[in-house]
Every structure is written in C-alpha cells, then in structure tokens.
C-alpha cells in the first residue's frame, strides 16, 4: 500500500452506492476510491470557503427532505422562525410523495447563517442541503 494512504470502510444504503457507482461510470472515474476522494476534495473546499466568509451576505439555502419522516416539516418550520431575522423568503417544492425542496433566500451576518445551515443539516428527515451565498457590497 502507498505511504500516506489509510484504508477506510464505508457503511451505505445500496440505494445511494448504486447511484454511486453510475456517477462513477457516466464521470469516467477508474474506482470508487478515485471518485470518494473527488467527493471529499470537494466537501473539504466547500466547508472552508463557507468557514472563511464573514460579515453581510445575501444568500440561498437550498434543502431536500423526506417529508415521511415523522416531524420534518415542522422541525423546518420551527428553526425558520427561530432565525426569521436573516430570512427574507422561501420555497416549499413537492416534488414527489417522500421529497421536498425547500429554497430559503437569506440576507445577514454569515455566522448567523452558518448557525441556521448547521440547524437545518443536523434535522432528521434532511437528506442534502447546499448554501450559495454573495459578499454584500457596503455602500
């Protein structure tokens, strides 16, 4: 084995691997471990630049869900209106009879914003969640 290298294992519904594994092929990636340590890069950088944006933003919080899973929606709710100082408006989508998406626009200081995505990522029921946000110009 190469130096540096840990090996790890990996517990998954075989839902989510299959869906995996045909990204894995349309993406042309070699193996699953090529394709896992694309994902994490990637996870990595998208944490630390959320990490590192500070002050007045305008954003996007975009949440998929499973609304069978009992007290979801109103866990969502709930935590909408514990931060509706930073909410400016959001989306409720059906689209299909487990999931949801749920588009909160967002305009506040960053560290408050990550508290809310930190929130919503940590509710049962929540199977993905992704923030898009923008530097707020001072005028």
Not at 6 to 25: C, Q, W
Not at 99 to 125: N, P, Y
Request: aromatic residues 6%.
């Amino acid at each position: 084995m190469e130096e540096g290298i840990t090996r790890i294992g990996v517990s998954l519904p075989k839902n989510l691997l299959d869906e995996f594994d045909a990204i894995i092929k349309v993406r042309g990636y070699s193996s699953r471990s090529e394709a896992i340590r694309d994902a994490i890069r990637n996870y990595i950088t998208e944490y630390k630049w959320l990490e590192s944006e500070k002050g007045e933003v305008v954003g996007v919080i975009v949440v998929l869900f499973d609304h069978t899973v009992r007290g979801v929606s109103d866990a969502l709710i709930s935590i909408q209106h514990a931060f509706a100082n930073i909410i400016s408006s959001d989306m409720h989508i059906h689209l299909s009879e487990d999931q949801c998406l749920e588009v909160i626009v967002v305009r506040g200081d960053m560290e408050e914003i990550k508290k809310l995505v930190d929130r919503i990522s940590a509710t049962r029921g929540v199977l993905s969640h992704k923030v898009i946000t923008a530097q707020k110009k001072v005028q």
